[in-house]
């Protein structure tokens, strides 16, 4: 039971009062972050890459469903993959509700695995999921966003992940990447998130950061894979896994 000072209804007042301008400075900092986000340079993609889709074969263009904003989540499915990563799952389950949204706000949004499109889809089915969940398996997308690692990268060590390299094992990582599609049709990458960069789109979090618990992961693991379970998987407890990230 956390061990917090029991106090009068004023001195609760005057507490709550010098926190809720820190939460400010925080709310207004957050804008500032944002806002120099939009202001990073970008970079032309050149690349003409194909995705397998449940609709057929589509070229990134297509992936912007007519929007001008795309949003990828890169979800961890690579090619016969014997996991299904809680992480991303986890992520994957807030999607559906701010998507109904996006979509009414010039962004597409779209995860992208690795796995050809029939390893995954009855993973999506058995989730209840209604994003659309693309398969970059023929092309060198996930490669070239850096979620996704060759055995020679891995065995040479020559791994760059979230803007650094170093030696790793998994071959498949989670992330964020962003593009812009201008009215020449030309595309742009203008942003990519990786590793924890993906915790503002987990709305559980948020919630959890409101209570006297907060997240409340204190082992073994000090994340998410302490205590997350697949939403269908919490009834019966199973026993965890290794970790399949972070």
Same mark, same amino acid.
């Given at each position: 039971?956390?061990?917090?000072?029991?106090?009068?209804?004023?001195?609760?007042?005057?507490?709550?009062?010098?926190?809720?301008?820190?939460?400010?400075?925080?709310?207004?900092?957050?804008?500032?972050?944002?806002?120099?986000?939009?202001?990073?340079?970008?970079?032309?993609?050149?690349?003409?890459?194909?995705?397998?889709?449940?609709?057929?074969?589509?070229?990134?263009?297509?992936?912007?469903?007519?929007?001008?904003?795309?949003?990828?989540?890169?979800?961890?499915?690579?090619?016969?993959?014997?996991?299904?990563?809680?992480?991303?799952?986890?992520?994957?389950?807030?999607?559906?509700?701010?998507?109904?949204?996006?979509?009414?706000?010039?962004?597409?949004?779209?995860?992208?695995?690795?796995?050809?499109?029939?390893?995954?889809?009855?993973?999506?089915?058995?989730?209840?999921?209604?994003?659309?969940?693309?398969?970059?398996?023929?092309?060198?997308?996930?490669?070239?966003?850096?979620?996704?690692?060759?055995?020679?990268?891995?065995?040479? *060590? %020559?791994?760059?992940?979230? !803007?650094?390299? @170093?030696? /790793?094992?998994?071959?498949? $990582?989670? #992330?964020?990447?962003?593009?812009?599609?201008?009215?020449? *049709? %030309?595309?742009?990458?203008? !942003?990519?998130? @990786?590793? /924890?960069?993906?915790?503002? $789109?987990? #709305?559980?979090?948020?919630?959890?950061?409101?209570?006297?618990?907060?997240?409340?992961?204190?082992?073994?693991?000090?994340?998410?894979?302490?205590?997350?379970?697949?939403?269908?998987?919490?009834?019966?407890?199973?026993?965890?896994?290794?970790?399949?990230?972070?």
């Amino acid at each position: 039971m956390p061990n917090n000072k029991i106090v009068s209804r004023e001195d609760w007042f005057q507490a709550h009062k010098a926190h809720l301008a820190r939460e400010k400075e925080l709310t207004r900092f957050r804008d500032r972050i944002a806002a120099e986000r939009r202001e990073l340079p970008w970079l032309k993609v050149r690349k003409d890459y194909v995705f397998e889709t449940e609709q057929g074969p589509k070229k990134l263009a297509e992936l912007f469903a007519g929007a001008s904003q795309l949003i990828v989540y890169h979800f961890m499915f690579g090619p016969g993959a014997d996991y299904r990563c809680e992480g991303c799952s986890f992520l994957a389950d807030h999607i559906d509700g701010a998507n109904q949204h996006l979509k009414h706000h010039d962004v597409s949004l779209v995860v992208i695995s690795r796995a050809p499109l029939a390893e995954f889809l009855p993973y999506k089915q058995r989730m209840g999921w209604k994003f659309d969940w693309v398969s970059s398996y023929a092309s060198d997308f996930n490669f070239d966003m850096q979620v996704s690692f060759t055995d020679k990268q891995i065995a040479s *060590g %020559d791994t760059t992940y979230n !803007f650094e390299q @170093r030696a /790793r094992k998994s071959k498949d $990582l989670p #992330g964020i990447s962003v593009f812009y599609r201008d009215d020449n *049709g %030309d595309i742009f990458l203008t !942003f990519m998130s @990786r590793s /924890r960069g993906g915790d503002p $789109l987990i #709305g559980a979090y948020h919630y959890l950061d409101l209570t006297p618990q907060g997240r409340n992961e204190t082992g073994p693991y000090h994340s998410l894979m302490d205590w997350v379970r697949l939403h269908d998987e919490y009834a019966d407890r199973p026993e965890m896994p290794d970790a399949c990230c972070h």
